[in-house]
């Protein structure tokens, strides 16, 4: 079989583990300097902010909300917020206090409280392009939508607060992320997405204190008057990254979130704006284990480029339950994600003139593999794993042979991981990456012929009862929702493959 050469050596992977079995946790403990606080504080609020012909929220969703019982509301946060960093023995220690911050919270919660679910989901927005991504409700909203969850979205980054007030200076003017430190004694480090004046590492705190408010009975809860019972917290690619550094670092002083979904995480990112880099090999770059669940999803593209460096087993005790799904054929941007991206107009009110995720599409550069249909069972199973310990289904590891590349079938699709009915009756070929470097991250889906299909399948009906009948093993085992699986079975059954 033809392989794929991942770009970690598989010592690495080995050492993680073995790193990760002998020191499965960081301590927490602040400096001499700042006292301990009992609990994590409330920031006040302020809001919702209106919405009139000439000033709106940026990137306010294009799904019709209206039309599920939904509404869409924005809110200032105004609160303090500590800094932190790693000392000599890896300890997270308090660098800074009592910053204060002015930020914002978008929600989406239904109407009527009596349809609120109970759950809210928590995203921190992606800032990799300079703009507040809501790159989970993207992929999960349907989701989201259909169980009568809750959504928040927390802008996380001082680089995404300056495209705001780009987009609207007034409507934005008091969101604010300052560097505490005297001028003088302000470190010259740009990690966290910081500038000079403004400091990324605030967003742990400012993470903690909207897990806070959402769960709190006072005027400063955006949800009052609904009945939240879980706060969930969710985030994709480099914000994955940092949801991975706030759970190992933050969350065992915290404990404000019920369980964590993880999503598409690239090389890990630091606790503080001027800390030292943190070796890809450091058991500190690897979820710990937590009484909360994680669930813990790699697309074939990140796998594909980070090596595998993250793995560790999968766990059911209760102090560590842990799930890491790695799924063959997904990538790390994909076609069905660009169409809620904001709209070029809004964007170039943001100051920007490219866009990454509608640049890379078309024949070659894109994929259609649905992997919001995994993510959205994942949710499902990750509410169900902590309301009532109902624990996910396990998964095998992607396969990689002894050097550490990728194994794949005679179609060239990689084996193990989650499965679906995309690789198990295929009709295409899915690659984890593509060419040109800009659109590294993009998958793409190479179609197979005519010949190959009609040598599968000889006719339609053989190719969607196959399809039909590994899609609902699929749903009985929880990997696709009921209501994913029909849309899934509905698509095959109305193609013309084999034609």
């Given at each position: 079989m033809a392989h794929r050469r991942l770009t970690a050596p598989r010592r690495i992977r080995t050492l993680l583990l073995t790193l990760l079995l002998a020191s499965s946790s960081v301590a927490f403990q602040q400096s001499s300097a700042a006292p301990a606080a009992p609990r994590v504080p409330v920031p006040s609020l302020t809001g919702p902010l209106p919405v009139t012909a000439s000033s709106r929220p940026f990137d306010a969703t294009p799904v019709d909300l209206a039309a599920h019982g939904y509404v869409e509301q924005e809110f200032f946060l105004k609160g303090t917020a500590n800094l932190y960093d790693y000392d000599a023995n890896g300890n997270v220690v308090v660098t800074a206090s009592n910053a204060p911050y002015t930020n914002r919270i978008v929600v989406r919660r239904p109407?009527?409280?009596?349809?609120?679910?109970?759950?809210?989901v928590t995203e921190i927005l992606n800032m990799t392009s300079g703009w507040d991504l809501n790159r989970m409700w993207f992929t999960s909203h349907d989701q989201y939508l259909r169980d009568g969850d809750a959504y928040v979205g927390v802008t996380s980054a001082p680089n995404t607060v300056e495209a705001l007030k780009r987009y609207d200076p007034q409507r934005y003017a008091d969101l604010s992320w300052a560097d505490p430190r005297p001028a003088a004694e302000r470190c010259t480090g740009t990690a966290l997405n910081s500038s000079a004046a403004t400091d990324g590492g605030l967003i742990w705190d400012i993470f903690s204190q909207v897990g806070a408010a959402l769960k709190s009975h006072g005027r400063d809860n955006p949800l009052r008057g609904l009945d939240v019972e879980k706060v969930y917290a969710t985030g994709y690619s480099q914000s994955g990254s940092y949801l991975v550094r706030y759970l190992n670092a933050i969350h065992?002083?915290?404990?404000?979130?019920?369980?964590?979904?993880?999503?598409?995480v690239i090389p890990p990112r630091p606790l503080g704006k001027c800390s030292a880099e943190i070796p890809l090999a450091d058991p500190r770059n690897i979820p710990r284990?937590?009484?909360?669940?994680?669930?813990?999803?790699?697309?074939?593209?990140d796998f594909f480029w980070d090596g595998g460096y993250s793995r560790r087993p999968d766990a059911d005790t209760r102090e560590d339950r842990y799930r890491l799904y790695e799924v063959p054929g997904s990538a790390h941007s994909y076609s069905y994600t660009a169409s809620f991206q904001p709209s070029p107009e809004d964007l170039k009110k943001a100051g920007f003139t490219a866009n990454y995720y509608n640049s890379c599409t078309g024949p070659g550069l894109s994929t259609d593999f649905p992997e919001h249909y995994l993510f959205n069972a994942m949710q499902v199973n990750l509410d169900a794993w902590a309301r009532h310990g109902t624990a996910p289904p396990h998964a095998p590891r992607i396969q990689v042979d002894g050097d550490g590349r990728t194994v794949v079938d005679e179609h060239g699709n990689a084996l193990g991981g989650v499965r679906s009915p995309w690789l198990d009756v295929p009709i295409a070929t899915y690659h984890p990456t593509t060419t040109p470097d800009s659109c590294r991250l993009q998958g793409h889906r190479v179609p197979f012929t005519t010949g190959q299909l009609t040598a599968l399948y000889p006719d339609h009906g053989y190719y969607a009862r196959a399809f039909m009948q590994e899609t609902q093993r699929l749903v009985r085992e929880r990997w696709l929702t009921p209501e994913d699986g029909d849309a899934a079975v509905n698509t095959a059954a109305n193609s013309s493959i084999p034609r």
């Open positions: 109407a009527d409280p009596k349809k609120f679910s109970g759950s809210v065992p002083k915290a404990r404000v979130y019920d369980g964590f979904l993880v999503a598409a284990p937590t009484r909360e669940p994680v669930i813990r999803v790699q697309t074939e593209t």
